[in-house]
């Protein structure tokens, strides 16, 4: 949850308002404005699940290779859409000046600023599913030899 209040991208505005005055502004984007923080609690929520369908409720290796997929699925997530803001108009940039980002009267500019917090858990992510998913593996190997 700390993670969320770590910023993940400096913004910055150079333009022309309608009087001909040069605008700039600067402005951060943090990570619980984004969708990525978000995501990566959900992960570690299906983590969770995991364990605990693991710990009570005797999982076949299919259905841990289901949620397992299911977890990477939202983990790429993070990685082309994690920095997605949930919203973007500023109140105290003017309209006009918003109103013409990508023109040739407004450039805007977005320099992505990792976030040690984000990478770490997302790491712990995939290294308890590869280790969740090698426990099951070997269950599943050690039942099958108690069979034959």
Request: proline share 3%; with cysteine.
């Amino acid at each position: 949850m700390v993670g969320l209040f770590f910023p993940v991208q400096k913004n910055s505005v150079l333009g022309l308002e309608p009087s001909g005055e040069k605008y700039t502004a600067e402005w951060f984007v943090y990570a619980f404005i984004t969708v990525g923080g978000y995501l990566l609690i959900s992960a570690a929520a299906v983590n969770l699940y995991l364990i605990y369908l693991l710990k009570w409720k005797n999982l076949l290796l299919s259905q841990t290779l289901f949620w397992a997929l299911f977890n990477l699925a939202i983990l790429a997530c993070v990685y082309y859409v994690g920095r997605t803001p949930f919203y973007f108009w500023q109140n105290w940039i003017p309209g006009d000046i918003m109103h013409a980002f990508g023109t040739e009267y407004v450039r805007y500019r977005e320099i992505i600023i990792q976030n040690p917090i984000q990478d770490a858990i997302l790491i712990l992510i995939i290294v308890n599913l590869v280790l969740l998913l090698y426990t099951v593996y070997a269950q599943s190997s050690q039942q099958k030899q108690l069979t034959v």
